[in-house]
């Protein structure tokens, strides 16, 4: 390869490697500067696509996150500008556009920063039914595909881009407003923010299809967003959420093998594990229970806690982890909750206990299409000897998970029952 070529290459690998890390901010702030969805999503391929033009040419410049803003700007209003041959309206925007914005890399670092919370708010308005807020969340603020969507949802990735069109459409026609409410009306939108927020990270944390396990990029993302809501407004579930997040995160390296198989809790090696995000999210826990208003977000939170302070899987205090479920049963009922609380009696009590709670969440037809209510249910039934049910389930579990790593293991459980 030439030297030119061999140059080439780098500058087009460090674009896509821009791209991963900046497009989600670049487009934050470029719905920030033009004001609407679709032309933002337009400007930021045109100003990737200059990228690829122009940055093997004149060299890589030395803030690529402002050079794209700046440059998916210009294109959006030399757009617009050759749309008004047609429609004169469309002039007075363009002018508009170039008043507003000034030039975007003169902004201040910390107000491109918070577009990204802005963006969220936005897409998280009451004026959006809950299924779209959260849809559109995914798909601009972290850049999940409609697929990744739909698989979430357990829906068709039509109805994902259905929702996602509707929802672009009520912002730009009820004028609903890029900006973060005012705090007098914070409260009241938090939780579906800390929703959206909490899919972003487990999304990142157990990705929903593909080779890897996890997507670093999509679960710090959500930390950050964490991190950003408490600057802004520091409530007891905003801190639990952050907590369940980092005490979640910490465990990370442990949960792949160098090979890149799947890690159970109890076969990790601990001293992996990251203790300053363990300290740090501990330390969020007990701030959250103490304000004595805590939700759902704080008591798993404080279950990851009890997990992370056991210096062995067998030292893990179960009973504690079963009366926090109870608690959080209680506050938040779901046959999720459910299920996790049913493993944790089986760890307390033994596996026919947990198996019997299993067995009743889905008679009721509960997680039926829930690929870890019968992965729990076939390890239980192997512990137990149960090998044609355990075999059952394990292979019902395989149907249902896209996860590579998570239906290799299911595969090497199956491989490990005896005949």
């Given at each position: 390869m030439s030297g030119d070529a061999a140059q080439e290459t780098a500058v087009r690998d460090m674009v896509d490697a821009v791209y991963r890390s900046e497009s989600r901010r670049v487009l934050a702030?470029?719905?920030?500067?033009?004001?609407?969805?679709d032309l933002a999503e337009e400007a930021l391929h045109d100003a990737f696509t200059?990228?690829?033009?122009?940055?093997?040419?004149?060299?890589?410049?030395?803030?690529?996150?402002?050079?794209?803003?700046?440059?998916?700007?210009?294109?959006?209003?030399?757009?617009?500008r050759r749309r008004a041959r047609f429609d004169a309206s469309l002039e007075q925007i363009a002018r508009q556009l170039d008043v507003d914005a000034?030039?975007?890399?003169?902004?201040?670092?910390?107000?491109?920063?918070?577009?990204?919370?802005?963006?969220?708010?936005?897409?998280?308005?009451p004026a959006l039914p809950p299924d779209a807020q959260v849809a559109l969340t995914l798909r601009e603020v972290c850049g999940l595909t409609t697929e990744e969507i739909a698989r979430a949802f357990l829906t068709g990735p039509s109805t994902v881009a259905q929702r996602i069109v509707r929802a672009?459409?009520?912002?730009?026609?009820?004028?609903?407003?890029?900006?973060?409410?005012?705090?007098?009306?914070?409260?009241?939108?938090?939780?579906?923010?800390?929703?959206?927020?909490?899919?972003?990270?487990?999304?990142?944390?157990?990705a929903s299809a593909g080779t890897s396990l996890t997507r670093p990029d999509l679960s710090g993302e959500a930390i950050r967003l964490g991190r950003l809501l408490i600057d802004l407004l520091a409530e007891p579930e905003a801190l639990g959420l952050l907590a369940l997040m980092l005490l979640?995160?910490?465990?990370?390296?442990?949960?792949?093998?160098?090979?890149?198989?799947?890690?159970?809790?109890?076969?990790?090696?601990r001293s992996l594990w990251n203790r300053e995000l363990i300290a740090e999210g501990s330390d969020l826990v007990q701030r959250a229970l103490s304000s004595r208003r805590f939700g759902p977000y704080t008591l798993q939170a404080a279950i990851a806690a009890v997990h992370a302070e056991a210096p062995a899987a067998g030292a893990t205090?179960?009973?504690?982890?079963?009366?926090?479920?109870?608690?959080?049963?209680?506050?938040?009922?779901?046959?999720?909750?459910?299920?996790?609380?049913?493993?944790?009696?089986?760890?307390?009590?033994?596996?026919?206990?947990?198996?019997?709670?299993?067995?009743?969440?889905?008679?009721?037809?509960?997680?039926a299409d829930y690929y870890l209510a019968h992965s729990a249910r076939a390890d239980l039934c192997r512990?137990?000897?149960?090998?044609?049910?355990?075999?059952?389930?394990?292979?019902?579990?395989?149907?249902?998970?896209?996860?590579e790593p998570e239906r290799r293991f299911l595969e090497r459980r199956l491989g490990e029952l005896p005949d």
């Amino acid at each position: 390869m030439s030297g030119d070529a061999a140059q080439e290459t780098a500058v087009r690998d460090m674009v896509d490697a821009v791209y991963r890390s900046e497009s989600r901010r670049v487009l934050a702030t470029l719905i920030r500067l033009l004001g609407d969805f679709d032309l933002a999503e337009e400007a930021l391929h045109d100003a990737f696509t200059a990228a690829v033009e122009r940055w093997p040419r004149d060299g890589v410049p030395a803030n690529p996150r402002a050079w794209l803003v700046s440059a998916g700007r210009f294109k959006a209003i030399d757009s617009i500008r050759r749309r008004a041959r047609f429609d004169a309206s469309l002039e007075q925007i363009a002018r508009q556009l170039d008043v507003d914005a000034g030039d975007p890399a003169a902004r201040d670092e910390e107000s491109v920063e918070d577009d990204r919370l802005r963006l969220i708010f936005t897409c998280c308005h009451p004026a959006l039914p809950p299924d779209a807020q959260v849809a559109l969340t995914l798909r601009e603020v972290c850049g999940l595909t409609t697929e990744e969507i739909a698989r979430a949802f357990l829906t068709g990735p039509s109805t994902v881009a259905q929702r996602i069109v509707r929802a672009k459409a009520k912002i730009r026609d009820a004028r609903i407003p890029y900006e973060v409410p005012a705090r007098g009306d914070l409260p009241g939108r938090l939780d579906t923010v800390l929703h959206v927020i909490y899919l972003v990270f487990n999304e990142g944390y157990s990705a929903s299809a593909g080779t890897s396990l996890t997507r670093p990029d999509l679960s710090g993302e959500a930390i950050r967003l964490g991190r950003l809501l408490i600057d802004l407004l520091a409530e007891p579930e905003a801190l639990g959420l952050l907590a369940l997040m980092l005490l979640h995160e910490s465990r990370r390296v442990a949960r792949t093998s160098p090979a890149g198989e799947l890690v159970l809790l109890g076969d990790q090696d601990r001293s992996l594990w990251n203790r300053e995000l363990i300290a740090e999210g501990s330390d969020l826990v007990q701030r959250a229970l103490s304000s004595r208003r805590f939700g759902p977000y704080t008591l798993q939170a404080a279950i990851a806690a009890v997990h992370a302070e056991a210096p062995a899987a067998g030292a893990t205090d179960w009973a504690q982890i079963v009366g926090l479920y109870d608690v959080l049963a209680r506050a938040d009922p779901s046959p999720v909750v459910e299920l996790n609380r049913a493993a944790a009696v089986a760890m307390r009590d033994g596996p026919l206990a947990g198996l019997t709670l299993i067995d009743a969440i889905l008679a009721r037809g509960d997680l039926a299409d829930y690929y870890l209510a019968h992965s729990a249910r076939a390890d239980l039934c192997r512990r137990l000897g149960r090998t044609t049910e355990a075999r059952a389930s394990y292979e019902r579990a395989l149907c249902l998970t896209q996860q590579e790593p998570e239906r290799r293991f299911l595969e090497r459980r199956l491989g490990e029952l005896p005949d």
